[in-house]
Nanobody, 125 residues
Framework: QLQLVESGGGLVQPGGSLRLSCAAS????????IGWFRQAPGKEREGVSC??????????NYADSVKGRFTVSRDNAKNTVYLQMNSLKPEDTAVYYC????????????????WGQGTQVTVSS
């Protein structure tokens, strides 16, 4: 059974760091894309970062708002994708979701069909 499970959210002060995990089961990450998305109260869900796996290797992209602060990576042995978030800001506060899509797809929510349950990230002093 295909499943994505996020973990690692929490409360952190501005400037702090968190690492989110997206554990995949029921499939392998090869030839897929894993996207990280977030949704703040009253706002639409938005793409944060996506990583795409293909025969030529991995490809990543980031929203402008997180470039230089967030890093997406993969652990093959654990079939897990991570989102390392540094220099967190209050505006990063949201529920973060990981989702599965086809390899090479654009990093927009409508292109991803299977979603995790989400993990809350709160950045506040």
């Amino acid at each position: 059974q295909l499943q994505l499970v996020e973990s690692g959210g929490g409360l952190v002060q501005p400037g702090g760091s968190l690492r989110l995990s997206c554990a995949a089961s029921g499939f392998t990450l090869d030839y897929t894309s894993i996207g990280w998305f977030r949704q703040a109260p009253g706002k639409e869900r938005e793409g944060v970062s996506c990583i795409s796996f293909s025969w030529s290797g991995g490809r990543t992209n980031y929203a402008d708002s997180v470039k230089g602060r967030f890093t997406v990576s993969r652990d093959n042995a654990k079939n897990t994708v991570y989102l390392q978030m540094n220099s967190l800001k209050p505006e990063d506060t949201a529920v973060y979701y990981c989702a599965l899509g086809p390899s090479g797809t654009a990093c927009i929510p409508s292109n991803f069909g299977s979603w995790g349950q989400g993990t809350q990230v709160t950045v506040s002093s």
